[in-house]
């Protein structure tokens, strides 16, 4: 009993002191200069606290909108069909949807390139291999 009791004091006093901190600001801090379709791409945003250190926020703090593609969880998804040169996202405080962002983020334009084949990553790796002295044997 003394120990289930202790346990529900503790957890109060914390829970009490996550709800302290309250958010004074918050923006986004995109990783990327540009979204890639056809791949999630992370949303960071980091809020400022009242005590003045600075957190990340996730979905269960903000609500996450974009004018195209799906959000699961702090990733938007942006179908390779989406034909746009930007996407529109919005974030807004859960506690306090007044408090809210938006921004625009530009589409990766240039096309991924192709990927070497096994033989070219082996034959690009064998000089490297060789080196001053080594003996270069045939098979």
Known sequence: MKKSLLLWCLWCG???????????????N??????K??????INVDAQLSDGSW?????????????????KGN????????????VRVRVELRSDP???KETSIPIRRRPFGDLPTER???DREAPRQRG????????
């Open 75 to 86: 990733d938007l998804f942006i179908d390779s069909s989406y034909r746009g040169d930007s």
């Open 98 to 100: 007044k408090q809210w």
């Open 55 to 71: 957190r990340p926020l996730d979905s269960t703090q903000l609500r996450f909108m974009a004018s195209t593609g799906f959000f």
């Open 14 to 28: 914390m829970a009490g002191f996550a709800q302290g901190q309250a958010v004074a600001r918050f923006d986004f």
């Open 120 to 122: 070219e990553v082996i």
């Open 37 to 42: 379709k056809g791949f999630y791409n992370y």
């Open 30 to 35: 995109l990783y990327t200069d540009s979204l």
């Open 132 to 139: 001053a002295g080594s003996v270069n044997r045939q098979l």
